[in-house]
């Protein structure tokens, strides 16, 4: 009866984790057609530079205030060893440049040049099957038979969402080689950093882990434009009211909520859990579209179903992904 009360208590901690992981994939999927208005006039490396100037902003200005609560540094962090505190800055590296300096260009030139709806495809159903494998890999993470039939269900109730049942739309006809490229390296750039973030939480504080994160991916993201001469584009994109608004709701929404989110549900689910989310932001995209008045087909609002009812399964009671 203990050992089962103690369960129980486990099970709904983790519920508050659950809901706020549905908060940051609402965020998220409204963020594709955010960056669609606004790749129209500024270019990805722009929208990427300043959405990370803002965010490392943020983080700067509360870290006075989360290491006075206690958030910033965990209680034996000082007593890590060389060795220890290498590996932690390790992933705190790889998570920068997988998370921030190289995914925010990738993804926005993605969307850019093959479309929200593909750009979207490829991060929300390659990501969860990539974080398994990784998950299985090196957390030791399996997948029981529901959590299994979830994913799959879940991939076709996404395949669903974004093709409206026609398979024919997944051929980015006007992109070229480098924006299928683009797309591709999404999925693959969200589960390296997934993976280098949980790894992270082993040393230090989901707050700290993320802000150190989007500071290595700011300094990435400056040199980029630096050496592209992208700098001179900054300006230009100022001028425009939308930016600002845009650049509001990706920074504040997606980035500092978003990204803390994520990590603090990583530090506290099994990773594999946490990537199955993904599958939503789909469903979410499509949503804020019809809000725009575009016409959402029969197969959409299946997909969508499918998708909700399979999110359930994998993740009822903890059932569904086991470590």
Same mark, same amino acid.
Not at 59 to 70: D, E, N, S, T
Not at 289 to 318: E, N
């Given at each position: 009866?203990?050992?089962?009360?103690?369960?129980?208590?486990?099970?709904?901690?983790?519920?508050?984790?659950? +809901?706020? #992981?549905?908060?940051?994939? %609402?965020?998220? *999927?409204? !963020?594709? =057609?955010?960056?669609?208005?606004? $790749?129209?006039?500024?270019?990805?490396?722009?929208?990427?530079?300043?959405?990370?100037?803002?965010?490392?902003?943020?983080?700067?200005?509360?870290?006075?205030?989360?290491?006075?609560?206690?958030?910033?540094?965990?209680?034996?962090?000082?007593?890590?060893?060389?060795?220890?505190?290498?590996?932690?800055?390790?992933?705190?590296?790889?998570?920068?440049?997988?998370?921030?300096?190289?995914?925010?260009?990738?993804?926005?030139?993605?969307?850019?040049?093959?479309?929200?709806?593909?750009?979207?495809?490829? +991060?929300? #159903?390659?990501?969860?099957? %990539?974080?398994? *494998?990784? !998950?299985? =890999?090196?957390?030791?993470?399996? $997948?029981?038979?529901?959590?299994?039939?979830?994913?799959?269900?879940?991939?076709?109730?996404?395949?669903?969402?974004?093709?409206?049942?026609?398979?024919?739309?997944?051929?980015?006809?006007?992109?070229?080689?480098?924006?299928?490229?683009?797309?591709?390296?999404?999925?693959?750039?969200?589960?390296?950093?997934?993976?280098?973030?949980?790894?992270?939480?082993?040393?230090?504080?989901?707050?700290?882990?993320?802000?150190?994160?989007?500071?290595?991916?700011?300094?990435?993201?400056?040199?980029?434009?630096?050496?592209?001469?992208?700098?001179?584009?900054?300006?230009?994109?100022?001028?425009?009211?939308?930016?600002?608004?845009?650049?509001?709701?990706?920074?504040?929404?997606?980035?500092?909520?978003?990204?803390?989110?994520?990590?603090?549900?990583?530090?506290?689910?099994?990773?594999?859990?946490?990537?199955?989310?993904?599958?939503?932001?789909?469903?979410?995209?499509?949503?804020?579209?019809?809000?725009?008045?575009?016409?959402?087909?029969?197969?959409?609002?299946?997909?969508?179903?499918?998708?909700?009812?399979?999110?359930?399964?994998?993740?009822?009671?903890?059932?569904?992904?086991?470590?």
């Amino acid at each position: 009866m203990r050992h089962q009360a103690e369960v129980n208590n486990i099970h709904g901690g983790s519920r508050v984790y659950y +809901v706020a #992981l549905t908060m940051v994939i %609402i965020v998220w *999927g409204g !963020s594709f =057609l955010v960056i669609g208005q606004l $790749v129209a006039f500024a270019t990805p490396l722009t929208i990427a530079t300043w959405r990370a100037f803002f965010t490392s902003g943020i983080f700067l200005a509360i870290q006075p205030y989360a290491k006075i609560r206690g958030w910033w540094q965990r209680v034996n962090s000082g007593k890590l060893s060389p060795r220890h505190r290498n590996r932690s800055t390790l992933f705190i590296v790889i998570a920068g440049l997988s998370g921030v300096g190289f995914y925010f260009p990738v993804q926005y030139g993605a969307v850019e040049l093959a479309g929200p709806s593909i750009a979207a495809l490829m +991060v929300c #159903l390659g990501s969860p099957v %990539i974080i398994i *494998g990784l !998950s299985a =890999l090196i957390f030791k993470e399996r $997948v029981g038979w529901k959590g299994g039939v979830g994913l799959l269900l879940a991939s076709f109730g996404a395949l669903l969402i974004i093709t409206g049942g026609d398979l024919s739309t997944l051929t980015p006809r006007s992109s070229n080689f480098f924006g299928n490229l683009l797309v591709l390296l999404t999925p693959v750039l969200w589960s390296t950093f997934s993976i280098s973030s949980k790894k992270a939480h082993e040393f230090e504080t989901p707050l700290k882990t993320i802000a150190l994160t989007m500071h290595v991916g700011t300094a990435v993201l400056v040199l980029f434009s630096l050496i592209s001469q992208d700098v001179v584009n900054w300006g230009v994109a100022l001028q425009h009211p939308v930016f600002h608004l845009g650049m509001l709701y990706i920074s504040l929404g997606c980035s500092v909520y978003g990204y803390f989110a994520w990590n603090v549900a990583l530090s506290k689910l099994p990773a594999g859990s946490v990537g199955s989310f993904l599958y939503v932001e789909p469903f979410i995209t499509v949503f804020f579209a019809w809000t725009r008045g575009q016409f959402i087909s029969p197969h959409a609002i299946l997909g969508g179903v499918i998708v909700f009812f399979s999110l359930i399964l994998i993740t009822r009671t903890g059932k569904g992904m086991k470590t």
